[in-house]
C-alpha cells in the first residue's frame, strides 16, 4: 500500500506559489495520469502553463497535437539528440519508446527532419527542441548523425523564428561552438541547464537562457547552484524535465510539473531572493523566450 514512506508513490503537493510560472520543460506523455489531471494538479500549486516537449516524430506530433487542444500548453518539436543517430545507424538497445528499427541512413534523418519542419511552422508550436549533443549516451558512431540533425534544428528554428531549445550533455564546448558556426536563434534556451560559472557567463554574454531542473536541489550540485547565483535573473528559467530529476527531498520518486514549487523556492534561496520576486521574473522569461 503506498503510504508517504513509498519511495515510488508521487510527492505531495506543494505550498502554491503566489506568482504563478510555466514549466519551461516537460514530458507529460511520459508521465503517469491524464494530461488533464497532470495540468489540474499542477495549476492547483500555481503552475499554470507547460512546454511540452517532443523528442522523436511520434512525441513531437504529439506535443503539437496537445498544446493545440489545451490554452495551458505550448509544444517544441524535435530529434532528440539520442534520436538522431537511431534513425541513421538502427537502434540496437531498444531504448527509443519506438522501439527497436532498421537503420534508414541519411535519407531517412532528411525525411524526419523535413516532418519536425512542417510541425514548426504550426502556430502552437513555440520551440524546436529538444536537440544538441549528448556525448554521455552517444558513442562516437552516432557523432556524426547528432551534429548534422543540431546544425538542421538550429536552421529550422531560425527560419520559423522560434526559441531553440538546447540538450546538453557532456558536450558544452561542442555545444557553445557549433551555436557559434550556425548562428543562434534569437531565442536560445539551455534546458536543464549543466554547465559551471564560467560557462554561464558565456550563454549571458550572448543572451541564453538557461534552465533550471531538479537537479539544481542535490547535494552534489554546487557548481549549478554557482551559476545560478551569477546568472542574470532575466535569463533564468525554472523546468522539471518531468518524470525525470525529481528536486530534493523527493529525488528517485516521479517527477510531474506540480513539483515546480520546490525547486524554485530552492532556487530563490541560492539567489538570496524572495520567492515571488523570482517567480515574476520566470513568469516573463519564460513567455518572452517561448514568445507566447
Ligand atoms: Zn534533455
Ligand atoms: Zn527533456
Known sequence: MPSHTDKNA?????????VPVADSHTHLDMQSGTVEEGLARAASVGVTTVVQV???????????????????VHAAVALHPNEAPRIVHGDPDGWSRQGAREPG????????LAEIDRLAALPQVRGVGETGLDHFRTGPEGKDAQERSFRAHIEIAKRHGKALVIHDREAHADVLRILKEEGAPERTVFHCYSGDAAMAEECARHGYYLSF??????????????????????LVLVETDAPFLTPAPYRGRPNAPYLIPVTLRAMAEVCGTDEDALATAIAANTARAFGY
Open 213 to 234: 531542473a531538479g537537479n539544481v536541489t542535490f547535494k552534489n550540485a554546487q557548481n549549478l547552484r554557482d551559476a545560478l547565483a551569477l546568472a542574470p535573473r532575466e
Open 54 to 72: 517532443g523528442c522523436d516524430l511520434k512525441g513531437s506530433r504529439w506535443a503539437a497535437e496537445t498544446a493545440a487542444a489545451y490554452e495551458a
Open 105 to 112: 541512413g541519411d535519407a531517412a534523418l532528411d525525411e524526419a
Open 10 to 18: 508521487a510527492p505531495p503537493l506543494p505550498e502554491p506559489l503566489r
